[in-house]
């Protein structure tokens, strides 16, 4: 850990000083990361894909102010989720919805917007078959509540370090995380039962038709 951090620290000095090759080292250690933020916060490759490029710029104009009064990882993920901020802004603007960022605003809203897609359980996160199910439930958050597990479940940054991006407290990260996986559970238990129901009724519609058989 320290030997990597350390290393970190040789790479972002010399990007500093001009290092093309370094700053590019910079780049491959943590592009996944940011485009994986935006994939999820914005829904679609290509906005991702636009995100993660104006990250990249604001870093590399900005990279000679880093000071290192925070982890180097923790100023690149708030520069990540303020893009993130501003393409959304952009994107309820057209769509003519307010948007009130993510920051320490009233918690009493809705934890999901309306969409389209259907949703999956949180615990299938790790089986591919129910991973693309489980990204269109977390799609379906409002984003400050999105933003959050984002951080949480797919970068696997502490409470201390999403408190830091995002800019709000740490208990606002606790709570919010609380809200968000709530939902999913809620979620899931609805999906549950009503593929249940639909079990059921395949079944009675089977042993139907193998009685009329008989006749």
Same mark, same amino acid.
């Given at each position: 850990?320290?030997?990597?951090?350390?290393?970190?620290?040789?790479?972002?000095?010399?990007?500093?000083? @001009?290092?093309?090759?370094?700053?590019?080292?910079?780049?491959?250690?943590?592009?996944?990361?940011?485009?994986?933020? @935006?994939?999820?916060?914005? @829904?679609?490759?290509?906005?991702?894909?636009?995100?993660?490029?104006?990250?990249?710029?604001?870093?590399?104009? =900005?990279?000679?102010?880093?000071?290192?009064?925070?982890?180097?990882?923790?100023?690149?993920?708030?520069?990540?989720?303020?893009?993130?901020?501003?393409?959304?802004?952009?994107?309820?603007?057209?769509?003519?919805?307010?948007?009130?960022?993510?920051?320490?605003?009233?918690?009493?809203?809705?934890?999901?917007?309306?969409?389209?897609?259907?949703?999956?359980?949180?615990?299938?996160?790790?089986?591919?078959? @129910? /991973?693309?199910?489980?990204?269109?439930?977390?799609?379906?958050?409002?984003?400050?509540?999105?933003?959050?597990?984002?951080? /949480?479940?797919?970068?696997?940054?502490? =409470?201390?370090?999403?408190?830091?991006?995002?800019?709000?407290?740490?208990?606002?990260?606790?709570?919010?995380?609380?809200?968000? /996986?709530?939902?999913?559970?809620?979620?899931?238990?609805?999906?549950?039962?009503?593929?249940?129901?639909?079990?059921?009724?395949?079944?009675?519609?089977?042993?139907?038709?193998?009685?009329?058989?008989?006749?």
């Amino acid at each position: 850990m320290t030997k990597d951090y350390s290393a970190e620290q040789t790479l972002i000095r010399l990007a500093q000083a @001009g290092d093309g090759e370094a700053f590019t080292r910079l780049v491959e250690r943590y592009n996944r990361q940011i485009y994986n933020i @935006g994939l999820r916060m914005l @829904g679609n490759p290509e906005d991702a894909a636009d995100m993660t490029q104006d990250v990249w710029l604001k870093i590399y104009r =900005y990279l000679a102010n880093f000071r290192g009064d925070s982890a180097f990882s923790t100023w690149l993920y708030r520069i990540a989720v303020n893009c993130c901020r501003d393409y959304l802004r952009l994107s309820y603007r057209t769509r003519e919805l307010p948007f009130s960022g993510f920051g320490e605003e009233d918690e009493s809203e809705a934890v999901f917007e309306i969409a389209d897609r259907s949703a999956g359980p949180e615990e299938l996160y790790l089986h591919r078959e @129910g /991973r693309d199910e489980l990204l269109g439930w977390v799609a379906q958050l409002s984003p400050q509540f999105r933003i959050v597990l984002v951080l /949480r479940e797919i970068c696997g940054l502490s =409470y201390q370090e999403i408190a830091a991006a995002v800019e709000i407290s740490l208990g606002t990260v606790k709570s919010r995380l609380a809200r968000a /996986r709530a939902a999913l559970v809620e979620k899931i238990t609805a999906s549950r039962e009503q593929s249940a129901a639909a079990d059921s009724h395949m079944d009675s519609e089977d042993e139907r038709g193998r009685s009329d058989g008989l006749r």
